[in-house]
């Protein structure tokens, strides 16, 4: 069983166009985050929700939203899409959010914007 | 503001060589780190974590790394690689129990191993 599993695992688009990354984790954590992973491999996390709260939402355009429909699904909506938003994006849970409190990844998810 | 440096960006051992890379980190108080492992397209996954007590610890996969205060590092050693290593090597702090955390990345390290 995949314990923190992403969908779809490549997705390639036009600009402009709108999509959805989705995110399950059956590890029963009640934190759950979005990483973005640019070209340099530099890994920046995103947001971040605690028992469906958002707690950490960094600076990121407007046109990402994220949703959490309960504390084991985070799904990223990305709205007009740009060539900018070409990257790795990783989903991530833990059991809390404090510092000490290891994260579980995704495989990840490769959007490329054409 | 917590942060994460790795001096090397790129790293080619022989198979069978011992590897350390290194890892500096600045926070005003102990943080907590860690090590994480990409293997080339795959997600992360943690190879070990220090939160307190002893400084050195170990990991899976055969894996160590100390903690030192002093210099504000904690490199990450294996005696002897092997050619299933190569991979992106990640170190992070995480950093306290106040406020909304984050887990902070360092920009990684690529390791080649050569026959």
């Known amino acids: 069983d995949t314990a923190v599993s992403q969908t779809p695992k490549y997705l390639v688009t036009q600009m402009g166009n709108d999509k959805s990354i989705k995110c399950e984790q059956n590890l029963g954590h009640d934190t759950m985050y979005w990483y973005k992973q640019d070209s340099k491999k530099f890994l920046k996390i995103m947001f971040s929700y605690n028992n469906k709260e958002l707690i950490i939402n960094e600076t990121v355009p407007n046109r990402f939203s994220p949703k959490s429909p309960d504390k084991a699904h985070l799904n990223l909506h990305i709205n007009s899409l740009e060539l900018g938003d070409s990257a790795v994006y990783f989903c991530?849970?833990?059991?809390?959010?404090?510092?000490?409190?290891?994260?579980?990844f995704g495989q990840g998810t490769r959007l490329t914007v054409v | 503001a917590q942060s994460v440096t790795q001096p090397d960006i790129h790293i080619t051992v022989s198979e069978g060589a011992s590897l350390e890379l290194r890892c500096n980190y600045s926070?005003?108080?102990?943080?907590?780190l860690f090590w994480y492992v990409q293997s080339p397209g795959q997600g992360l996954q943690l190879l070990l974590k220090?939160?307190?007590?002893?400084?050195l610890v170990q990991g899976i996969k055969g894996f160590e790394a100390e903690f030192k205060r002093s210099q504000s590092s904690f490199n990450l050693r294996k005696p002897s690689v092997h050619w299933s290593d190569a991979a992106e090597y990640f170190c992070?702090?995480?950093?306290?129990?106040?406020?909304?955390?984050?887990?902070?990345f360092g920009t990684g390290t690529r390791l080649t191993i050569i026959p």
């Open positions: 926070y005003g108080a102990t943080p907590y």
């Open positions: 220090y939160f307190s007590g002893d400084t």
């Open positions: 992070a702090v995480g950093p306290g129990n106040f406020g909304n955390e984050k887990l902070t």
């Open positions: 991530a849970s833990s059991q809390g959010y404090r510092g000490n409190t290891e994260a579980f």
